[in-house]
């Protein structure tokens, strides 16, 4: 197969357009005149059964008078007047009657109606020009064309297609109702007379190979909607022509031979030699049209062409479906527009979707498959998705092996839901159901066994990512739309009881179909198992919520007494208790008195019970915890009142072993015991208050007597302290009165919590030996909270006033050297422990949000704070900045004092720049610290653009001012910072404040002499010429501009004459030369560039023409010097 074209097509000149041409005219004689006795010799020939021609009929009940009439007398008024184009710009309706009228018209009087076709053509395309009928043999196409291009370079055209005007927006589809129209209303006279159509091609060709785009796009649209139509109808001719022939041999067979077979044999040839004009016409107007345009600079042109291209295929194999056109579809496969991708793969689609056309598709399959595959991940998701449809075509076909689906497979983890659900839909019917291979197809027989055999399956592919168990949630997600199987609850419940001896499933397979039980159950209640890309809470309607309810109303049903047993099973397997109590979240409790399964539910209460005292594991605690506290509220009557009892005796069982846990560790023993009830107790204290009288001065007793144990104690001591605490003043500020003794209470429980977290602070020995310090990331989480949860604002003019808190700029200056501790811990570090228990909740991201939500809450010296944190922007990785960048939105709401912490912020990180270069003798670390002090400079004097430089002038005045100032107290050691740090915000200030700027810094050196100490004050100079520089650009932009202009996004356009249609400049090459506004057009699908600095939209140019400016500033800046 033929490779494509390695350079996109361009235009041709409009020199080209008036050479004279060889237009691939039809070669065939012309016919004879048809002569009123050659045509009455027709009929008297033919006999009545022979085949007539199907004419319209009239209307059931119109009057025969009516009938005969013709469309003259039926015409309404409303086309008394109009012209076509006029027809085509209304609403259609009119566009049948009107194109009866006109081939009326050319039928007694042909010339004058083809200059009215040709002049619709004409302002279709959006120009006017008028040539009279006696002329129109002796005008030349090539004339016509170069001067309608001419009036588009004078910018007399309008454009039909992309108007937003309303009256327009039918015109696409009404001008291809209007050719449509005109090739069925002429299929039984001009249409093959190789003088109307003929004509019309010529035109419509040569206009489609102009620059103009709109005569590309009306005459593209035009040449294309010719073809479908002679296509439709040369397949009533072929149908009538295969009429015809088993006419003739069924004549033939009786081995008669007379008039009726000789007017057979004739009617074949006629039909015969239409079916070979149409097909002439076209490969004219492919040849012609198609092979330039599909590779046009438009894209919407390319698209229309290829989507042409297929239907042209689907609905015409006998011509077009060969190598020599389906190439085209492989070639656009590869197209950099989205759209036009997209329809080569949906035309490729819908042929592999007829059987018929597979075998003549192999050598183009096996050419162009390996593209197909990769189009699955293309980066269009819309492409994406039909290229994964086109893959299961192949698959269906059997034209793929197992080994080209690999790449696809890991697609299912990916992070777009419409591609992983397609390639689900592709792995469910390719590996699962297997319907693609009838020789691997599933076990025969009733439901059960084929869903059975589904989830056998299913297991297999599953145990592929039993390693990461989030994968293997993915892949269920993925398939569950598509597996019936998957809501089979008796059949999954029935393979986990092993009550099929023929099906054994080994430990890893249990596990997966619990994880897949659990995640189906929680799909089929309409609860997301896979985090949405835009954390939006879903929306059901009224009939999807139906589904829901009567899906776990089955799932109860399914489980009621199975659910008993499944426990009891697993009861000891930590990786399948918290999937399995999980179940009963989503089951309709009320069944079990409905259904008088009292019992069951009792059974289950109590194992959930067991469970939670036999793991120490977050998961299965979480489950339990969950499962017992919706129990207790949502269950009915007799069971609601056993579910709390069962509440009240865990939670009575907890305190009693963790008291006994925590005796046992003051008495030498060992500390497992404790760490795992203080778990426990840590997450039912998450979802409720656990009051015990003397619970709270056991764990301070715990952790004061005990100070040198595991790091994991001592946080879980600490952290059920915080909540216990936090559960306390939850109930003093909801309480409609309060006494002073539990106000005194609280406020001794509050000082010894923040003595204990204070006492980390100091570095003591229980925070050594760690690199990922778990302990001390929850020592920052919890002092942040504690000074939250009792900050002053909360409680200022209340009865509660003397709960609030302040902490004291020691304290606060220490907790964030901790903080900072925790910040710098490395990636790789940080990696080594992500599989830990709980890390998530006490990592670097949670620092900082824990320091963040201080200062967006004015809880602690937000001066100090504040700066501290913003200093950091871009030195810990995207999760920090951006939880950074965040807290700086933040307080903008506020309308704080940004400027002033923006300041202090710019001011640390060059502190620490300094701090490095004299403490270090490695240039290389305080290089890195001075371009981290750029870099957050120019990433905060970011946020200065647009209308908000003008907004926030003052605020940028003052950092410049401010850092002058900073600057200068210190010259020449601090001159650095003008370049590290204030430069960038310069540049965000109109001209005549960078003048003022640069006044003041050159009064500052006046009487200074800095040939002294060159490389001290280098980055003065560098910042004054910078200053200068700037100043001169802008000025000369300023005088280029006579009037105000508005200023638009991207590069400055180029100045064009009349709509911008074409270029003036064109070259002699053999395809289209396409202009600069067709560029812009082809550039729509781009993202639009983001808007730059003033200096940056300038002008090359105007770097020139400020030169003299610049030079005479700088001459100024010498003698200033000089003095």
């Not at 593209?220 to 006419?247: K, P, W």
């Not at 501290?868 to 307080?891: D, M, P, Q, Y």
């Not at 653009?945 to 010259?971: P, T």
Request: hydrophobic residues 35%; glycine residues 4%.
């Amino acid at each position: 197969m033929e490779e494509p074209p390695s350079a996109t097509a361009a235009e041709p000149s409009t020199t080209v357009l008036r050479q004279k041409r060889t237009r691939g005219r039809t070669q065939t004689t012309e016919n004879p005149e048809r002569t009123t006795a050659g045509s009455d010799q027709e009929e008297r020939e033919s006999s009545p059964d022979d085949f007539k021609e199907a004419r319209p009929r009239a209307k059931r009940g119109r009057p025969a008078a009516a009938a005969a009439a013709g469309p003259s007398a039926a015409a309404p008024q409303k086309l008394a007047g109009l012209t076509l184009i006029e027809v085509i710009k209304g609403n259609g309706k009119l566009i049948p009657q009107a194109v009866k009228l006109w081939v009326e018209r050319y039928e007694k009087d042909p010339k004058p109606a083809m200059v009215e076709l040709l002049m619709m053509l004409f302002e279709a395309c959006g120009a006017k020009y008028q040539f009279k009928g006696e002329l129109l043999d002796e005008i030349d196409v090539d004339d016509v064309v170069v001067a309608l291009v001419e009036l588009a370079r004078s910018g007399n055209v309008e454009d039909y297609q992309s108007s937003k005007k309303k009256e327009f927006k039918n015109f696409k589809e009404n001008l291809q109702s209007f050719w449509d129209n005109l090739v069925r209303e002429c299929q039984h006279g001009p249409l093959v007379d190789q003088i109307l159509f003929e004509k019309c091609m010529d035109y419509i060709i040569a206009l489609s190979c102009t620059p103009p785009r709109v005569y590309r796009q009306a005459a593209t649209l035009t040449g294309l909607q010719l073809v479908t139509s002679f296509i439709s109808v040369a397949n009533t001719l072929g149908a009538q022509r295969e009429t015809t022939r088993r006419q003739l041999d069924a004549e033939k067979k009786k081995q008669t031979e007379g008039p009726r077979v000789e007017s057979l044999n004739k009617r074949f040839s006629m039909t015969h030699d239409k079916i070979t004009i149409l097909e002439q016409m076209m490969r004219k107007i492919f040849q012609g049209l198609f092979v330039h345009r599909y590779r046009d600079i438009d894209p919407n042109i390319r698209m229309s062409c290829i989507e042409s291209l297929g239907v042209w295929i689907l609905s015409y194999p006998s011509l077009f479906l060969q190598d020599l056109y389906l190439k085209y579809l492989g070639w656009t496969l590869n197209d950099k527009s989205a759209g036009v991708r997209k329809a080569s793969v949906l035309a490729l689609q819908n042929l592999y979707e007829v059987d018929d056309n597979v075998p003549t598709l192999g050598l183009f399959t096996e050419r162009f498959s390996s593209r197909m595959i990769d189009l699955a991940d293309d980066i269009d998701i819309s492409v994406a998705v039909c290229a994964i449809g086109l893959v299961k075509q192949l698959l269906r076909h059997q034209l793929l092996q197992d080994d080209d689906l690999i790449p696809l497979y890991d697609l299912l983890i990916d992070n777009l839901p419409e591609i992983r659900h397609a390639i689900g839909a592709l792995v469910y019917e390719h590996l699962i159901s297997q319907k693609f291979n009838s020789s691997q197809s599933g076990a025969k027989g009733d439901g059960s066994n084929s869903s059975e055999v589904h989830l056998g399956r299913m297991l297999k592919i599953l145990n592929e990512f039993s390693a990461d168990p989030i994968l293997s949630i993915y892949v269920i997600d993925d398939v569950w739309e598509y597996m019936k199987a998957m809501k089979d609850w008796k059949c999954i419940i029935s393979m986990l009881l092993n009550e099929n001896p023929l099906i054994e499933l080994t430990e890893e397979d249990a596990t997966n179909l619990v994880r897949l039980l659990c995640s189906s159950v929680k799909k089929a209640v309409g609860e997301r198992i896979v985090p949405a890309t835009d954390n939006r809470k879903p929306h059901y309607s009224k009939a999807q919520k139906d589904v829901f309810e009567h899906n776990r109303r089955d799932i109860t049903l399914a489980m009621m007494k199975n659910y008993p047993l499944l426990l009891r099973k697993f009861m000891a397997d930590k990786t399948k208790v918290p999937s399995l109590i999980e179940i009963i979240v989503h089951m309709n409790l009320e069944l079990y008195s409905l259904k008088r399964q009292e019992q069951n539910f009792k059974t289950v209460l109590q194992l959930i019970k067991e469970a939670f005292f036999k793991h120490g594991e977050r998961e299965a605690l979480r489950s339990c915890v969950n499962a017992i506290n919706l129990c207790s509220t949502e269950s009915q009557g007799e069971l609601k009142d056993f579910a709390r009892n069962t509440l009240k005796e865990l939670q009575d069982e907890l305190i009693a072993k963790l008291k006994s846990a925590m005796k046992e560790v003051a008495d030498g023993g060992d500390e497992y015991p404790l760490l795992v009830n203080l778990k426990r107790l840590y997450e039912l204290q998450l979802t409720r208050a656990v009051s015990t009288d003397t619970l709270y001065e056991d764990l301070v007793s715990t952790l004061q007597s005990h100070t040198s144990r595991d790091h994991e104690v001592i946080s879980f001591l600490l952290l059920n302290m915080s909540l216990h605490l936090e559960w306390s003043l939850q109930s003093i500020i909801t309480s409609e009165t309060v006494s002073e003794a539990s106000l005194s209470s609280l406020l001794v429980k509050r000082n010894s919590l923040s003595q204990q977290l204070e006492y980390f602070l100091n570095s003591p020995p229980e925070l050594e030996g760690n690199p990922a310090n778990q302990l001390a990331c929850r020592v920052c989480i919890l002092l942040s909270e504690l000074w939250f949860m009792f900050r002053k604002t909360l409680f200022a003019s209340t009865n509660l006033e003397r709960l609030g808190y302040h902490p004291d700029a020691s304290i606060l200056k220490k907790f964030w050297n901790l903080c900072v501790q925790q910040l710098s811990i490395s990636d790789e570090t940080e990696d080594e422990y992500a599989n830990r228990e709980y890390i998530e909740e006490a990592n670097r991201e949670a620092v900082i949000i824990a320091a963040a939500k201080l200062v967006a809450n004015d809880v602690g010296s937000k001066e100090y704070l504040g700066p501290e944190i913003i200093s950091r922007f871009l030195i810990h990785g995207t999760s920090v900045a951006e939880i950074v960048k965040n807290l700086i939105t933040c307080l903008k709401k506020k309308d704080d004092d940004l400027p002033k912490i923006f300041f202090e912020a710019l001011k640390k990180a060059y502190q620490r720049y300094v701090v490095q270069l004299s403490e270090s003798d490695d240039e290389s670390s305080a290089s890195k610290c001075f371009q981290e002090c750029k870099e957050l400079a120019a990433r905060i004097s970011g946020m200065f653009i647009g209308a908000a430089r003008n907004k926030h002038r003052s605020n940028i005045l003052k950092i410049v001012s401010d850092g002058i100032e900073y600057a200068f107290l210190d010259a020449p050691k601090q001159l650095s910072f003008l370049e590290g740090a204030v430069i960038h915000f310069v540049s965000k200030l109109p001209t005549s404040d960078i003048l003022d700027i640069v006044k003041d810094v050159q009064s500052r050196t006046e009487n200074v002499n800095t040939d002294e100490d060159p490389s001290g004050w280098r980055p003065y100079h560098t910042f004054v010429d910078n200053l200068l520089e700037k100043y001169a650009k802008n000025e000369g932009i300023q005088d280029e501009q006579d009037a105000p202009s508005v200023k638009r996004r991207g590069r400055p356009r180029k100045k064009r004459r009349g709509k911008g249609l074409f270029d003036e400049q064109s070259s002699s090459e053999e395809e289209d030369l396409i202009s600069a506004s067709d560029h812009e057009n082809a550039q729509e699908e781009e993202n639009k560039q983001d808007d730059e600095d003033d200096d940056e939209d300038a002008p090359l140019i105007q770097s020139f023409r400020s030169s003299a400016k610049l030079r005479a500033l700088r001459v100024a800046r010498a003698e200033t010097k000089a003095r």
